[in-house]
């Protein structure tokens, strides 16, 4: 807690400020938009098949010498895959979520590589500093796409997660401006990781259909659901109306699986399909108004953070 810079040392950044891996949004081209600009860049593998997870590393390292990472959802069905590219390829940070952070914390620090994984709980921090990751991503109800279970909001996790474990947190959930960073690190964090406002970033691969959509949602448009299978944030549409109507008619677990089908993800945020697909993004998303570059985005969240920390010099004491 004493040392504010630990979080930039321990990615080689210039500033305490993550780029979510998020599926069919965060290729290289963000990934390294991001770095550039002085933030930690994600390359996210959940949606990725081997051969194109390879191909994204390789682009990356071709655009940028900067630190990245890449995102490894432990419910990928390819990991063992996935982590002999990242480990052959030489990436240097690996954020795994979604899963058990015992199973490959230790043969990535054997390697020699950072390693942080994403929890929604204080009891998986707790895990996740047992299993000896570098630091973990503490993310809250507020977050889109995959979720925790137990609803926690990231203003009720931070602090709990920041008695709990001594190792750096990274806040996430609901955090798309320099103001909201601010208040993340005065609940005890050291970063945060941005989600929702990287979607409408020029360089993010989601079809620009999506990312319109997500300029032009307000609040209340997302909604938790799908508790059963996985937990997701997502917009609602014709396709979340179909998960309702299932809702309504006592669906069992198959046939949510079945109203959910295959490849929705990439339907709605890659194809750009509103009706059928499905939509993951935050809350925040209705606090978000226009696309922008990446490096335009972390530069005004760092100049929100600045004129935030002196506005907060002129509240009263109250002593
Ligand atoms: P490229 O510069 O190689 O060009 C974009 C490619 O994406 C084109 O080959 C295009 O195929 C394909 N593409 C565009 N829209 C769609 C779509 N709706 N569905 C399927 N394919 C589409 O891209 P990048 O260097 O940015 O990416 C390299 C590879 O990684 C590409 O194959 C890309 O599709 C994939 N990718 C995967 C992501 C993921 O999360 N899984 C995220 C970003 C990219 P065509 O010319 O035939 O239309
Ligand atoms: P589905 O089972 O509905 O579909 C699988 C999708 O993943 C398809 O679009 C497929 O692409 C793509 N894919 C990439 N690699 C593989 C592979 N090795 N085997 C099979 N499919 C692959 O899954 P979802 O779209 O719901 O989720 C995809 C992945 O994203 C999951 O593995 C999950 O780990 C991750 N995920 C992470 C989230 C997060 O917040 N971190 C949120 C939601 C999902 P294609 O259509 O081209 O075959």
């Given at each position: ?153 990231t203003m009720v996790l931070i ?84 998960v309702q109507r299932a809702y ?67 509240l009263p004491r109250y002593d």
């Amino acid at each position: 807690m004493s040392d504010t810079h630990r979080l930039p040392r321990l990615f080689g950044t210039t500033y305490p400020v993550v780029q979510a891996g998020m599926i069919w949004c965060s290729g290289w081209r963000l990934a390294a938009a991001v770095s550039k600009a002085g933030g930690l860049g994600i390359i996210g593998s959940g949606s990725m098949y081997p051969e194109v997870l390879l191909e994204h590393i390789r682009k990356y390292k071709a655009a940028t010498d900067r630190p990245f990472a890449v995102n490894v959802p432990m419910l990928y069905p390819d990991v063992e895959a996935h982590m002999e590219t990242i480990l052959a390829e030489g990436v240097p940070i690996i954020f795994t979520s979604a899963g058990n952070p015992t199973t490959w914390t230790p043969k990535l620090k054997a390697a020699g590589r950072t390693v942080v994984h994403v929890v929604s709980s204080v009891k998986f921090a707790e895990r996740a500093e047992a299993a000896g990751v570098d630091a973990v991503v503490a993310e809250g109800f507020e977050a889109g796409g995959h979720n925790g279970r137990e609803e926690t909001t990231t203003m009720v996790l931070i602090p709990m997660v920041r008695k709990a474990v001594s190792i750096p947190v990274i806040a996430a959930g609901g955090i798309a401006d320099g103001k909201a960073m601010l208040a993340a690190m005065a609940l005890g964090a050291d970063g945060v990781q941005i989600g929702s406002r990287f979607v409408c970033a020029e360089e993010s691969s989601a079809h620009n259909a999506f990312k319109q959509h997500v300029v032009e949602a307000r609040e209340g448009a997302t909604v938790l659901t799908l508790k059963e299978l996985a937990p997701v944030r997502l917009m609602r549409n014709p396709f979340f109306d179909q998960v309702q109507r299932a809702y309504a008619d006592c669906a069992s677990v198959d046939r949510l699986k079945e109203v959910l089908g295959r490849a929705r993800a990439k339907r709605g945020m890659f194809e750009g399909d509103l009706e059928e697909g499905e939509l993951e993004i935050g809350q925040v998303s209705g606090a978000i108004d226009r696309i922008q570059p990446a490096a335009e985005i972390l530069e005004e969240v760092m100049a929100e953070y600045r004129s935030g920390l002196d506005r907060l010099r002129t509240l009263p004491r109250y002593d």
